[in-house]
């Protein structure tokens, strides 16, 4: 439900933008992206695990090795120069380790460090919202910006890694991003060097701010024995990005942008516009 009404908002906004002004079919916009993020966001969070007063456990949750892999869809209506909102439509495929670090009291004994590890892989449907534009302009540089909002939600069934015996685990991730970003590029006209072919090339660099909030949810065991737990891991990330737009014609473009420091990988996409 709060997806479907996400979604209706996003759209309606679109649609409310559209029409507030005189619509034009050149106007919209369409942009296939594939992206390859890896995110340095080494989370820790306090976990409390009781069952039936024969096993405690005081635990401290670590999530590294952050990459999420997305293949998305935007669509988006210049309103002007200044904002062209979009909505974001796709699936995203969520990679992660989690290690549980603390110890574990037994009838027969304890032990202590990485008592349970667990790698996750899944992957689910991806959608948001955001908006772009250009805030100034001097010498035919341009100063951007674009903030967006975007979510998803993915399951795995990977086994647990228990003090090194195998426990049957399902785990449900509800992955939240908001990215908010600066960037400076600048257009150079190509059409006589190459001959018609490319009619120009727009490099781009700038900063982006992401803020990640992963809500995890585990089941370890089975029906005879299972223990659930929740945690909420969560990174601020601080990037830089590189790169530049090539402009076949006046309605297609292709990109290469390149983010690094806090989220590091890369960012490929194919716009048209109408």
Not at 67 to 73: M, P, Y
Not at 130 to 140: D, P
Not at 214 to 234: P, R, W
């Amino acid at each position: 439900m709060k997806k479907c009404f996400l979604m209706v908002l996003a759209g309606s906004l679109l649609l409310v933008s559209s029409f507030a002004f005189a619509l034009e079919t050149n106007n919209i916009t369409a942009e296939a992206e594939y992206s390859y993020l890896k995110s340095d966001m080494d989370s820790l969070g306090a976990i409390s695990v009781n069952v039936d007063s024969f096993l405690s456990a005081g635990l401290v949750g670590r999530i590294d090795d952050v990459k999420v892999q997305s293949g998305l869809i935007r669509l988006g209506y210049k309103v002007k120069d200044a904002i062209t909102p979009y909505i974001v439509l796709g699936e995203s495929q969520l990679k992660y380790n989690e290690a549980l670090r603390g110890f574990i009291n037994l009838p027969w004994g304890s032990a202590a460090d990485d008592l349970l590890t667990t790698p996750f892989k899944g992957s689910g449907f991806t959608y948001g919202f955001g908006a772009k534009g250009v805030l100034a302009e001097y010498n035919g540089a341009k100063l951007g910006y674009d903030f967006s909002r975007t979510a998803f939600k993915a399951d795995d069934n990977a086994n647990t890694s228990l003090l090194g015996y195998p426990v049957p685990t399902s785990t449900e991730v509800e992955y939240y991003k908001w990215t908010v970003g600066l960037n400076l590029s600048k257009e150079f006209d190509f059409m006589e060097k190459t001959r018609g072919i490319i009619k120009s090339i727009t490099p781009i660099v700038g900063y982006k701010y992401s803020n990640v909030s992963m809500d995890i949810q585990k089941t370890y065991g089975n029906d005879d024995l299972s223990v659930n737990t929740q945690q909420n891991a969560k990174g601020s990330l601080h990037s830089v990005i590189a790169g530049a737009d090539v402009n076949i014609n006046d309605n297609v473009s292709v990109g290469v942008i390149g983010s690094f420091i806090d989220e590091t990988g890369i960012i490929a996409k194919v716009a048209y516009r109408f």
